[in-house]
Nanobody
Framework: QVQLVESGGGLVQAGGSLRLSCAASGSIFSINAMGWYRQAPGNQRELVAGISRGGNANYADSVKGRFTISRDNAKNTVYLQMNSLKPEDTAVYYC?????????????????WGQGTQVTVSS
């Protein structure tokens, strides 16, 4: 059983900062790509930032220069540092990961989602 647990959301004023964390736990062999998505009311879920196991990162245009994604492979954890927050960043933020696990000497890969954490930016 693999779980992704997010933390770090909350209420912040415009211009402020928050740091989200997402820790993967369970029978994990390895983790490939990890990422953060967000979904605001009435909108589709969108990619905010992604990072490969080797540390290559990509960002949505709307957050470039303000958000930084990073990961600690030893801790199976991905982070999202969010600076200069804007009201339009308000959404539920979800962690996502491609996780490899082993069963009877075979390796399998599944995609997992966290439960989401609310980020609210007031103007």
């Amino acid at each position: 059983q693999v779980q992704l647990v997010e933390s770090g959301g909350g209420l912040v004023q415009a211009g402020g900062s928050l740091r989200l964390s997402c820790a993967a736990s369970g029978s994990i062999f390895s983790i490939n790509a990890m990422g953060w998505y967000r979904q605001a009311p009435g909108n589709q879920r969108e990619l905010v930032a992604g990072i490969s196991r080797g540390g290559n990162a990509n960002y949505a245009d709307s957050v470039k220069g303000r958000f930084t994604i990073s990961r600690d492979n030893a801790k199976n954890t991905v982070y999202l540092q969010m600076n200069s927050l804007k009201p339009e960043d308000t959404a539920v933020y979800y962690c996502n990961a491609d996780i490899l696990y082993r069963v009877l000497s075979r390796t399998y890969e599944n995609n997992y989602w966290g439960q989401g954490t609310q980020v609210t930016v007031s103007s």
